[in-house]
C-alpha cells in the first residue's frame, strides 16, 4: 500500500487521491494508526463490559479504581518499550519491585528510626525514602545493564539470574517478615481520597495540558512553515487540537466527578470548620490520585526522553541495525546500559506505588509483573525484532490488559478465566499487528 | 608504469591519505597482508579483487570499523589513530557501506545525522533543522526525493543509496569510501552515482571506490589498486594498462611484467571467469 509513493510525486508528501476517503483524511492527520487503533480498541473494551455488566462499569469511581491498578505496570511498560526496541530484555523487574517496597517498608519503619534517628513522620521523610529507593533501583538496573552491554552475556540470562537472585535478596531483607507501617506522607503515592490532588488541581492540570497541546501544535506548524516544509492541512490542525483537548478536559471533569467517602469527607469538614453541611452532606472531588499524576508526568517523561534526546535516537537506531549504530559511531554500550539504569529507576517508582497501596511490603510483592509488563509493551506495539515501539502504544498496552482483567471480573469471571482472556489477546494482537505489517511493507 | 608523467607528478604531493604496512588476521586467517595504499585530493583509486581479497576489509580499517593488527595511517602526511569509526569522522573520512548501514526504522533526516545529531540549546533533537539539511543535500542528489519522514524501511533501492551517500557527503568529508557503491542499483540510478563520482572529485575529495565492476572502475579512477589474497599485487595508472591487464592482475596476482607465457596458456585453458 504505502509503495504507491515510491514514484515520487513531485511536491507534495500526502498522495492528494486519497483525500476524501476516511482512511485518506485520517493519513493527512498524521496520527499513528496503531495508538489510534488501540485507544478504539480500550474504548470497545470498555463499552462492551458496561453493556455487559447493565450500564454499571463506565463511572468515575471505577475507572480511577481500575487507572491505579494498571499505573505500576505502566510505568514500568514505558522502560521495558526502550529495552525490547533495544532488542533486549528484562525478567528482573518484578523482583527489583519486590526488592525496592521492602526496602521502603525497612527504610522507613527500621533504619530511619532505629539507625538515623529520625521520628516517624519526619517531614520530608518520604523524599529521602523515595531517593533511596531510586538510588538501589537504579544501581542494581546498571549493574545488570553492565553485565549485559559490557560483559556481553545476554540479557535473557543475566535478568533471568536477577529474578532469582533479587526475589532472594528480598526474603534477607525483613527475614522473611512482612513489613507493615508506612510514612503517612508517603502513604498518598497509592493513592485513595486523601492521596489525590484534589478538584482544583486537577482542572488546573487540564487546563495547562490543553494549553500545551495547542502551544505545541501551533509551534510546530509555525517551525515547518518557516523551514518550507509541506504541512498538515489547517483542517486536521483544528480536529487534532479540538480532539486533544476535549480528551483531557473530559478526563478531569470524570475524574473530577469522584468524590471522597462521605464519611470522610463530613468528618473533615468537622475538623476544618466548615460549618454546616450542605443538603446531602459535603461533597469532595477527588480529581487525580497520585498514582495516576506520576503515570502522567513518567509518560510525558520517558517519550520526551524516547523522541526528542539522542539517547533515544540511539536506542531506535541500535534497535533497527545495531551495525548501522556502531558504525555511526555511537557508544551502544553506554546506550544500553543506560536503558537498564532507567529501568531500575521506573521500577522503584512503581514499588512506591504498591507499597504504599499496600501499606508496607510482603515477600511476594511485584511478583510475575515481568510477564504483565512484557504483555504491556507487546500489545501495545512494541516489536521483538528490535527498533519498534512507542512509550504511548505501551501506556495504551498496560490499559488495554487491565481494562480487560477488570471488567472480566467486574462481570463475575474469576482470576484463572482473566489469564485464559488476557493470554488470548496478547496473541491475537501480536498476530494482526504481524499481518497488517507483512501487508502494508 | 614508470617513467611516465602522471604517476610522478602525483608522487611528488603529500597524499590525502595514506595507510602503510597494514596486517589484519581474523583468527589464522590473514586477510590483509602488508599492504601500503594512498588516495590524493581530486582523484580517484579504483580498489579492485576477487571474493575474499580483502579490499572491504582494508577500508575497514580506515573507516575505523575494525583496527589493523599492524600499519599506520597518515592524514595529509601527519600519523593518525583511527580506533572506531568516531575517529575516523573526525579526520573528515566517510564511508559508504556496501550494505549502506541505514537503521530502517529512522527517516532519512535520522539516518544522516546518526551519531551526529544536532541538537537545540536544550540538547533536544532539532529535527527542523536535520531534514532542513538533509532536503538541501537531497536536492543535489536525488532531485525527485519526497519522503523524508518516512522509515528508510519503505525507500527503494536507489532512495536508500541517496540517504547513504548524502550522510557521507553532508559533513564535509575529505575522503570519501565507496563500497560497491552501484551493486544493488538499476541502469539509471548507477549513471546518477557515476556522476555523482566525478563530481565530488572535481571538487577535490580522494576517492575509494571498491567494485566488482571492472567498467565502472575503468570509467571513473584515476589509478587502480589491485588486491590478491590479501596483498596488494599493485597500484597502476589507469592510461598505462588496458583491462585485460587488469583482469590479469585480478585473476593472477601478477603484475603485467610479471605474466609469463606459461600463465596465460593456463587461462586460455581454464577460461577465465570475469568480474
Redesign the interface.
Given at each position: 500500500m504505502a509503495n504507491v509513493a515510491d514514484a515520487a510525486p513531485v511536491s507534495g508528501q500526502v498522495e492528494p487521491p486519497a483525500r476524501r476517503s476516511v482512511p485518506g483524511m485520517l493519513a493527512q492527520t498524521e496520527i499513528d494508526l496503531r495508538l489510534f487503533g488501540m485507544v478504539v480498541a480500550l474504548a470497545a473494551i470498555l463499552l462492551g463490559f458496561h453493556l455487559w455488566s447493565g450500564g454499571k462499569l463506565i463511572q468515575p469511581n471505577n475507572m480511577i479504581t481500575l487507572a491505579v491498578q494498571a499505573a505500576g505496570i505502566a510505568i514500568i511498560a514505558t522502560g521495558m518499550v526502550l529495552v525490547i526496541v533495544s532488542r533486549n530484555i528484562d525478567l528482573s523487574v518484578g523482583s527489583l519491585v519486590g526488592l525496592v517496597a521492602m526496602s521502603y517498608a525497612v527504610l522507613m519503619t527500621d533504619w530511619f528510626p532505629h539507625i538515623f534517628g529520625l521520628a516517624p513522620d519526619t517531614p520530608f521523610l518520604w523524599v529521602l525514602a523515595l531517593a533511596m529507593g531510586i538510588g538501589i533501583g537504579a544501581a542494581i538496573g546498571g549493574l545488570q545493564g553492565f553485565i549485559i552491554a559490557y560483559v556481553g552475556v545476554p540479557s535473557f540470562i543475566v535478568t533471568l539470574g536477577g529474578l532469582l537472585t533479587i526475589r532472594g535478596l528480598v526474603w534477607y531483607q525483613s527475614s522473611g517478615a512482612a513489613v507493615n507501617g508506612l510514612d503517612r506522607t508517603f502513604l498518598l503515592i497509592g493513592g485513595g481520597a486523601q492521596g489525590s490532588i484534589g478538584g482544583t488541581l486537577t482542572w488546573a492540570l487540564a487546563l495547562v495540558g490543553a494549553i500545551a497541546i495547542v502551544a505545541i501544535l501551533i509551534n510546530s506548524r509555525r517551525q515547518r512553515r518557516r523551514y518550507g516544509f509541506p504541512v498538515r492541512p489547517i483542517w486536521a490542525e483544528i480536529v487534532l487540537g479540538v480532539a486533544g483537548c476535549a480528551a483531557i478536559i473530559g478526563v478531569a471533569w470524570f475524574a473530577n466527578n469522584n468524590f471522597w467517602p462521605q464519611g470522610l469527607a463530613d468528618r473533615v469538614a468537622a475538623e476544618q470548620g466548615w460549618g454546616p453541611a450542605p443538603e446531602g452532606g459535603w461533597k469532595i472531588p477527588t480529581g487525580f490520585p497520585f498514582p495516576i499524576v506520576l503515570l502522567i508526568g513518567v509518560t510525558l517523561a520517558m517519550t520526551w526522553i524516547a523522541t526528542r534526546r539522542k539517547f533515544g535516537r540511539y536506542v531506535y537506531a541500535y534497535g533497527g541495525n545495531p551495525d548501522a549504530a556502531e558504525l555511526a559511531g555511537i557508544n551502544t554500550r553506554w546506550t544500553i546500559l543506560k536503558t537498564y539504569v532507567l529501568m531500575g529507576i521506573l521500577c522503584a517508582l512503581a514499588a512506591a506505588i504498591v507499597s504504599a497501596r499496600l501499606n508496607g511490603a510482603s515477600l511476594d510483592i511485584g511478583d510475575t509483573y515481568e510477564l504483565l509488563v512484557i504483555s504491556a509493551a507487546v500489545i501495545g506495539g512494541t516489536s521483538f525484532a528490535g527498533g519498534i515501539g512507542t512509550i504511548p502504544g505501551a501506556v495504551l498496552g498496560a490499559f488495554v490488559m487491565y481494562s480487560l482483567k477488570y471488567g472480566l471480573s467486574f462481570v463475575g469471571v474469576n482470576s484463572p478465566g482473566q489469564n485464559i482472556v488476557v493470554g488470548i489477546v496478547l496473541v491475537v494482537a501480536v498476530g494482526l499487528d504481524t499481518i497488517n505489517r507483512r501487508r502494508g511493507t | 608504469m614508470n617513467g611516465e608523467e602522471g604517476p610522478v607528478a602525483v608522487a611528488e604531493r603529500t597524499p590525502l591519505v595514506e595507510m602503510r604496512g597494514i596486517n589484519v588476521a581474523f583468527g589464522g586467517v590473514h586477510a590483509v597482508r602488508d599492504v601500503s595504499i594512498d588516495v590524493h585530493a581530486g582523484e580517484v583509486n579504483g580498489l579492485v579483487g576477487g571474493n575474499g581479497a580483502g579490499k572491504s576489509t582494508l577500508m575497514r580499517v580506515l573507516?575505523?570499523?575494525h583496527p589493523a593488527d599492524s600499519g599506520e595511517i597518515l592524514v595529509e602526511g601527519h600519523e593518525v589513530s583511527i580506533k572506531?569509526?568516531?575517529d575516523a569522522?573526525a579526520q573528515n573520512i566517510e564511508?559508504i557501506?556496501q550494505?549502506l548501514?541505514?537503521?530502517?526504522?529512522?527517516d532519512a533526516p535520522?539516518?544522516v545525522f546518526?551519531?551526529?545529531?544536532l541538537?537545540t540549546p536544550w540538547?533536544?533533537?532539532a529535527d527542523?533543522s536535520m531534514?532542513?539539511a538533509t532536503?538541501k543535500v537531497m536536492k543535489r542528489l536525488n532531485p525527485?526525493?519526497?519522503?523524508?519522514?518516512?522509515p528508510v524501511?519503505?525507500?527503494?533501492g536507489g532512495q536508500r543509496q541517496a540517504v547513504a551517500i548524502a550522510r557521507a557527503v553532508h559533513f564535509n568529508a575529505k575522503v570519501l569510501i565507496m563500497d560497491e557503491p552501484t551493486a544493488a542499483l538499476g541502469p539509471a540510478e548507477t549513471a546518477q552515482v557515476r556522476d555523482l563520482v566525478r563530481q565530488l572529485k572535481e571538487e577535490g575529495l580522494g576517492i575509494f571506490l571498491i567494485s566488482h565492476d571492472i567498467h565502472d572502475v575503468f570509467d571513473l579512477s584515476d589509478r587502480i589498486s589491485v588486491m590478491y589474497h590479501g596483498r596488494l599485487v599493485g597500484t597502476v595508472d589507469k592510461t598505462s594498462v588496458t583491462t585485460d591487464d587488469i583482469l590479469g592482475m585480478i585473476i593472477l596476482g601478477k603484475r603485467p611484467e610479471e605474466v609469463t607465457q606459461k600463465d596465460l596458456a593456463e587461462l586460455e585453458l581454464g577460461s577465465a571467469p570475469v568480474s
Open positions: - | 573507516s575505523g570499523a572506531n569509526p568516531r569522522k564511508t557501506y550494505t548501514a541505514l537503521a530502517d526504522n529512522i535520522g539516518n546518526l551519531g551526529r545529531e541538537t540538547g533536544t533533537l527542523g531534514e532542513d532536503r525527485n526525493f519526497t519522503r523524508f519522514k518516512q524501511r519503505s525507500l527503494s
